[in-house]
């Protein structure tokens, strides 16, 4: 198994709270995803990494905010949680290999709850 | 943008038959690449088997194949011999050739049941 860890595994929050998930690698891979699963809707990008200090915004961005200052590392923060929040966020990472990528390996998602 | 629909929120199949989990998308890229992922309880996100737009033959894996259909823009999933640790929720996803990042498109994904 890909060496992704995410934390915490749970959180229960209250609206207008800032939340930090963490996803931490031992991969050393350049690229770092986050996710948001719904029902109805599947898995959405949130925010991309490329590299360190490297990232851009994907499908759902709005109300999120990452960072990533090392490579093993890739944070994602929420500066004021709302309950359209809810969810639960995955990390994934992967890897050029020649022309492409490795497959993505995902974490074992966080499960936010905003109340 | 790219869009993947699953269009069965739910399916069943009996212990040691077969069944067809559907997929379509949109795209006006020649060149991409199609995965079907497995999450069952435990959360995990398990690759399940994975296509190059530019083969004409279908992917296999062991009791996991696929039927791709270029032109219609089609992916099915077909598990053969269904065991009981195949009830999961399967999401079909989409990865561009040529779009920097190797981001995934999901569809909202099927639950599969398998009854003993």
């Known amino acids: 198994d890909a060496g992704i860890t995410q934390s915490p595994r749970h959180k229960v929050t209250e609206t207008g709270t800032p939340v930090t998930l963490r996803c931490h690698q031992t991969?050393?891979?350049?690229?770092m995803y986050w996710y948001r699963q719904d029902p109805g809707h599947g898995l959405r990008l949130i925010h991309y990494s490329y590299g360190v200090k490297d990232t851009d915004k994907g499908e759902v961005s709005d109300g999120y905010s990452v960072s990533r200052s090392k490579t093993e590392d890739f944070l994602l923060t929420l500066e004021s949680a709302t309950s359209s929040q809810t969810s639960v966020y995955f990390c994934?990472?992967?890897?050029?290999?020649?022309?492409?990528?490795?497959?993505?390996?995902f974490g074992q998602g966080t499960r936010l709850t905003v109340v | 943008a790219q869009t993947v629909t699953q269009s069965q929120p739910e399916m069943s199949v009996q212990e040691a038959e077969t069944v067809t989990l559907s997929c379509t998308y949109d795209?006006?890229?020649?060149?991409?690449?199609l995965f079907w992922y497995k999450q069952p309880p435990s959360r995990q996100m398990i690759l399940v088997i994975r296509q190059e737009a530019y083969k004409q033959q279908n992917a296999t894996e062991n009791r996991f194949s696929v039927n791709f259909q270029k032109a219609a823009k089609s992916f099915s999933l077909k598990i053969s011999d269904s065991q009981l640790g195949d009830a999961a929720m399967y999401f079909c996803a989409y990865r561009s050739f040529m779009e920097y990042g190797n981001k995934l498109v999901f569809g909202a994904g099927t639950i599969l049941r398998v009854k003993s």
């Open positions: 994934a990472i992967s890897e050029r290999a020649g022309l492409g990528f490795t497959e993505a390996f």
């Open positions: 991969e050393n891979h350049r690229y």
């Open positions: 795209t006006s890229e020649s060149d991409y690449y």
